[in-house]
C-alpha cells in the first residue's frame, strides 16, 4: 500500500468541510488502507482524509491498541474536560495546549457498513476529537492556548 502525501497547513483541502461518504466500496477501503500506512509511516496516532488530501469523513487512529477506522463519525456524547498537549501531522513541529472534553462517545460506521459506537477516554478522546475537527475544518494550532516549536 502507498503512503500518502500528507497535507500540511496552508493547504485548501484542510479548511474544508469534508463531505459524508455515501457508499462504502473498494475505494473508500483501499482509502482506509493507504490512510493507516501513511499515519503509521508518519508515527502518527491518527489521520483524517482531509489530511491526504481527500475531502471526505474518514479516520483512521491507533493509539497503541489497534486500528480504528471510522467512516461519517459523529461525537454523540461528551463529558469533563482536560487540557493537554497536542501536535498533528499537517502541523509539523508545532504543539499546543488544547482543552478537550475528557471523555466522548463516537457513532460511525465501520468498514462493513456496521454502525458502532465507541466510548474514548484520555488520549484515545482527545484523538478522535482531533481527528473529528479536521472534518470540520479546524486544525488544533486555532483552538491552542499556546503553541511551541517540538
Given at each position: 500500500?502507498?503512503?500518502?502525501?500528507?497535507?500540511?497547513?496552508?493547504?485548501?483541502?484542510?479548511?474544508?468541510?469534508?463531505?459524508?461518504?455515501?457508499?462504502?466500496?473498494?475505494?473508500?477501503?483501499?482509502?482506509?488502507?493507504?490512510?493507516?500506512?501513511?499515519?503509521?509511516?508518519?508515527?502518527?496516532?491518527?489521520?483524517?482524509?482531509?489530511?491526504?488530501?481527500?475531502?471526505?469523513?474518514?479516520?483512521?487512529?491507533?493509539?497503541?491498541?489497534?486500528?480504528?477506522?471510522?467512516?461519517?463519525?459523529?461525537?454523540?456524547?461528551?463529558?469533563?474536560s482536560e487540557e493537554?498537549?497536542?501536535?498533528?501531522?499537517?502541523?509539523?513541529?508545532?504543539?499546543?495546549?488544547?482543552?478537550?472534553?475528557?471523555?466522548?462517545?463516537?457513532?460511525?460506521?465501520?468498514?462493513?457498513?456496521?454502525?458502532?459506537?465507541?466510548?474514548?477516554?484520555?488520549?484515545?478522546?482527545?484523538?478522535?476529537?482531533?481527528?473529528?475537527?479536521?472534518?470540520?475544518?479546524?486544525?488544533f494550532i486555532e483552538?491552542?492556548?499556546?503553541?511551541?516549536?517540538?
Amino acid at each position: 500500500m502507498p503512503v500518502m502525501e500528507i497535507r500540511k497547513a496552508g493547504d485548501r483541502v484542510l479548511k474544508e468541510i469534508a463531505a459524508p461518504v455515501e457508499k462504502i466500496d473498494r475505494k473508500i477501503k483501499h482509502l482506509l488502507d493507504n490512510m493507516a500506512e501513511t499515519m503509521y509511516s508518519a508515527d502518527g496516532v491518527g489521520l483524517a482524509a482531509p489530511q491526504v488530501g481527500v475531502s471526505l469523513r474518514l479516520v483512521v487512529i491507533d493509539v497503541g491498541e489497534g486500528i480504528i477506522e471510522l467512516i461519517n463519525p459523529e461525537i454523540i456524547a461528551c463529558e469533563g474536560s482536560e487540557e493537554g498537549t497536542e501536535g498533528c501531522l499537517s502541523v509539523p513541529g508545532m504543539y499546543g495546549e488544547v482543552e478537550r472534553y475528557a471523555t466522548v462517545t463516537v457513532e460511525a460506521l465501520n468498514r462493513a457498513g456496521k454502525t458502532i459506537r465507541i466510548n474514548g477516554s484520555g488520549l484515545l478522546a482527545r484523538a478522535f476529537q482531533h481527528e473529528i475537527d479536521h472534518l470540520k475544518g479546524i486544525l488544533f494550532i486555532e483552538l491552542a492556548k499556546t503553541i511551541h516549536k517540538g
